[in-house]
Nanobody, 126 residues
Framework: QVQLVESGGGLVQAGGSLRLSCAAS????????MGWFRQAPGKEREFVAA????????YYVDSVSGRFSISRDNAKNTMFLQMNSLTPEDTAVYYC???????????????????WGQGTQVTVSS
């Protein structure tokens, strides 16, 4: 079992920045592919970014590429999502997720992840 706890969400004006954290416990963190998803009201959960254990070749949805940056610190069992140039369209509950699968590329489907955090709200005002 892996337990995930997100933090760092909040209210920010358009153009601002936030840094989300995901603290993991329970199993060897470095063995897991880690991802961020988000879900806005009335919409399906959407892939945002993912990173393999080695931190190489992170993957992003096109709408956040160049604005968001995913990283992880395996020594501290923590993953981060640095979000810059936020827009109201980024408003959502953000979830971190962990996958034990061995993929050439991290999955972009929520079904590819076994463990989920409780989510943290990000609200961007215009």
């Amino acid at each position: 079992q892996v337990q995930l706890v997100e933090s760092g969400g909040g209210l920010v004006q358009a153009g601002g920045s936030l840094r989300l954290s995901c603290a993991a416990s329970g199993r060897t963190f470095s063995n897991y592919v880690m991802g961020w998803f988000r879900q806005a009201p009335g919409k399906e959960r959407e892939f945002v970014a993912a990173i393999k254990w080695s931190s190489s070749n992170p993957y992003y949805v096109d709408s956040v590429s160049g604005r968001f940056s995913i990283s992880r610190d395996n020594a501290k069992n923590t993953m981060f999502l640095q979000m810059n140039s936020l827009t109201p369209e980024d408003t959502a509950v953000y979830y971190c997720a962990a996958s034990s699968g061995r993929y050439a590329r991290p999955p972009k489907s929520a079904s590819g992840y076994e463990y989920w955090g409780q989510g943290t709200q990000v609200t961007v005002s215009s």
